[in-house]
């Protein structure tokens, strides 16, 4: 194997262009691969793992009146939270960080509880009456609202007095369950996690077990900001799936190229290896490592700048979200690509390589002729 390894690295160091040039493409092509992988998976991974740390809403339903009973009991229900007044409150154009319009409010004791722990990433609860916590994403910029007041129209003026995020968008903002009575609630929340969940249709059937006579305009499945969270993601995919697709195919292309020029060029090489003793699945073994170098340094720097690549752009799909989503590449990503890649440029090598094999060690020679200088390096 050690004679095998001193060939190939000799005809690679012969070779530099065409193993500079491959390793160039193999790289690209793994960049796009690892991106393309790594926002595949964010199109459900981060935010079930998130909705999950939170103990999300499967459904948030709100009701003219508190129901009776709650649904706590029926054996479709895995946990419920509530009922939580709520109101929507119209907020004057002040010129301050709330912008004016119509705000959905809910009165909440806490950010905890069985259903929906909201994330309470800056300040603290809204406790007393003039307090109010703002529902934005968790970034710095944000935090500039800390202490700006809310004027509601025929309201009173509250203080933002906290910053929280809520996977399940339960509210635009959360109020003491006492202050809530001053802003007119028009009805009562309830948040409801259910065993069978996967589809709208289980969704609808556990409701219609706890809520039989609530339309479904009056409450919000869980998947509707699923599909709307992994919607900006699947806009980049076909860009990036095609990017490296091509850039794959270009290997492939290279190295078939690459291979079958260095057996044509190298048919007395051929002939004189087999006659000093090597098999010809040496012989085959020593073409094959000559693209594999070059792949496997491109594969390996295309996966450390592809994960650099991937982080930017994966906040980007998330950036805005009204709720604090970790993302990244998982490692499954990184080994299927380490994997995948080389396999694919020692697939395309092992067709023309395979020339070699069949090759007999007389005919190469004889075919080969006397080598003239620098002959093989202008054939490839």
Request: aromatic letters at 6%; hydrophobic letters at 50%.
């Amino acid at each position: 194997m050690s004679a095998v390894w001193r060939v190939a690295v000799g005809a690679v160091r012969r070779r530099r262009f065409n193993s500079v040039v491959l390793g160039v493409v193999v790289l690209c092509s793994t960049v796009a691969v690892v991106v393309a992988l790594g926002l595949l998976e964010t199109t459900s991974a981060p935010f079930d793992r998130t909705f999950d740390q939170q103990r999300g809403a499967h459904v948030v339903a709100v009701y003219d009146e508190s129901p009776a009973g709650q649904g706590v009991r029926r054996p479709v229900v895995e946990a419920v939270a509530g009922p939580f007044g709520q109101a929507v409150a119209t907020v004057a154009d002040t010129g301050e960080g709330v912008p004016p319009g119509p705000l959905t409010v809910v009165g909440r004791a806490g950010p905890g509880g069985p259903v929906d722990r909201v994330n309470l990433w800056a300040g603290h609860w809204a406790t007393g009456p003039g307090q109010i916590v703002v529902n934005r994403p968790p970034e710095p910029f944000f935090r500039d609202l800390l202490g700006t007041t809310v004027t509601v129209k025929d309201g009173p003026r509250l203080t933002v007095v906290g910053l929280a995020s809520s996977v399940s968008r339960t509210a635009e903002a959360w109020v003491a369950p006492a202050q809530i009575r001053a802003l007119h609630p028009v009805g009562v929340q309830m948040l409801y996690r259910f065993r069978s969940h996967d589809t709208e249709a289980d969704l609808r059937a556990a409701m219609a077990a706890v809520a039989p006579g609530l339309p479904e305009s009056d409450w919000q499945s869980y998947l509707m900001v699923k599909h709307d969270v992994a919607r900006t993601a699947t806009a980049y995919l076909p860009f990036l799936i095609g990017f490296g697709v091509l850039g794959l195919t270009v290997a492939v292309l290279i190295v078939a190229n690459v291979v079958s020029g260095a057996v044509v060029a190298g048919t007395r090489h051929i002939g004189v290896l087999k006659s000093v003793g090597f098999t010809p699945a040496q012989v085959v073994a020593v073409y094959l490592v000559m693209v594999l170098l070059p792949a496997l340094a491109g594969c390996l720097l295309g996966v450390t700048l592809g994960g650099l690549a991937a982080q930017p752009l994966l906040g980007l799909v998330y950036q805005g979200l009204e709720a604090e989503v970790g993302v990244g590449v998982s490692p499954w990503v990184y080994a299927v690509t380490l994997a995948g890649v080389p396999a694919v440029v020692v697939s395309a090598a092992l067709v023309p390589a395979s020339r070699a094999y069949r090759l007999p060690a007389a005919e190469a020679i004889k075919t080969g002729g006397s080598p003239r200088p620098g002959r093989g390096r202008r054939v490839q």
